[in-house]
């Protein structure tokens, strides 16, 4: 088993960006690596140089035709029509930038590193990784490859049969429905905004067995995660005895995200990463979505801690703040006068509420449907 939990990472996210104006033109991965070392909580013990998936690798579930369309791109920096139409690459939500196989293929590296890490047992956090659109043989919703899928692949293949692929995003994963439906070692659970893109993964849906979807409305609050994460995660996690958890962890649910409509803070994140481990002798931990710099960063350097058992500050050190007084959101009104504890703190303020009425029912609904 891993001595310590392992952060995977990669320079290669410093300076790449999908252009301008895209929702990931904002840095993220290279700002949680930059935080945790301010903290001292990323000695180079604990850090992984990610890898570049190879073709062959990530053939294991993407079509040949799909990864030679995402290298030609790449090199070419253009794609033809008949590749837009039929690999969905050069277009608005997935356009063609200077390391549109590079970075992905580095993202995807680390998740299937992850699988081989965890051969014996551990834990690993790969916040590059969380990329649950992406499809066989398209690009879709910002992802180009599917590194959960890839994850849970490579876990299989080191021993972990039973997987549970727990994702928190606030967005549905279809991608990984799309892998894994009606794989009775699997178990998908998926809390999700209800009707944001890409409207899937309703509650009726349960992917031919083996997914849980819990659809929430706007404003979903922290008081609302914990009942679902107490009522429905960690029971149906629990009954299904996985021998591997797979946590995808997007910080787009959160208050400050310009996509999403949901009110959690980053404590409801951290409570579930907590809830979940010592669920299974492995456990990886991913990024996703999220597109405030600072709430992201935020988050999902609390994740690492949470992972490590370290105490989050009250105020950063001056290190820290320096890291995110660095960062910029340009074009977007939350640039313009962002409030000073997204400079000083990691923790964000609670976001209680009333748990409504149909998200008990909804819960119920699917404990009575798995039994648990």
Not at 119 to 147: E, K, Q, S, W
Not at 153 to 177: F, K, T
């Amino acid at each position: 088993m891993l001595a310590r939990p392992l952060f995977i990472g990669s320079e290669i996210y410093r300076g790449s960006s999908y252009g301008g104006t895209h929702p990931l033109r904002v840095p993220r991965v290279s700002t949680v690596m930059d935080l945790s070392r301010a903290l001292g909580w990323l000695p180079a013990g604990a850090y992984v140089n990610s890898p570049r998936a190879k073709p062959a690798v990530l053939t294991a579930w993407h079509t040949p035709e799909y990864v030679a369309a995402l290298q030609a791109a790449e090199a070419a920096q253009a794609v033809t029509g008949a590749v837009r139409a039929r690999h969905h690459l050069g277009t608005i939500s997935n356009p063609v930038f200077p390391e549109i196989f590079r970075r992905p293929a580095t993202a995807a590296g680390g998740s299937v590193l992850a699988g081989e890490l965890l051969a014996d047992g551990g834990i690993v956090y790969n916040p590059a990784g969380g990329t649950h659109h992406g499809m066989p043989d398209r690009a879709n919703g910002f992802c180009y490859l599917n590194d959960p899928v890839l994850a849970m692949l490579s876990l299989r293949h080191h021993g972990a049969q039973r997987i549970a692929y727990v994702d928190i995003d606030a967005h549905h994963a279809d991608g990984v429905e799309h892998g894994f439906a009606g794989d009775a070692d699997v178990l998908m659970i998926s809390v999700h905004e209800e009707n944001l893109w890409p409207k899937t993964g309703r509650l009726t849906e349960d992917a031919g067995g083996s997914a849980l979807n819990l659809p929430v409305p706007r404003g979903f609050n922290d008081d609302e995660m914990a009942h679902a994460r107490d009522g429905l995660i960690l029971p149906a996690v629990a009954a299904f005895a996985p021998d591997a958890i797979v946590l995808q962890c997007g910080a787009d649910a959160v208050s400050e995200d310009p996509l999403p409509h949901l009110d959690l803070s980053n404590n409801a994140h951290w409570a579930v990463v907590r809830a979940l481990m010592g669920m299974a002798p492995r456990l990886l931990v991913l990024g996703g979505g999220g597109y405030n710099p600072w709430s992201v960063g935020r988050l999902w350097t609390g994740v690492w801690a949470a992972l490590n058992g370290f105490e989050v500050p009250e105020r950063l050190p001056a290190e820290g703040e320096d890291v995110l007084r660095g960062l910029e959101f340009n074009g977007n009104r939350l640039g313009r006068n962002p409030p000073e504890h997204w400079f000083t703190t990691l923790r964000d303020q609670p976001r209680g509420g009333n748990v409504r009425q149909e998200i008990r029912e909804r819960v119920a609904y699917l404990r009575a449907r798995r039994g648990v």
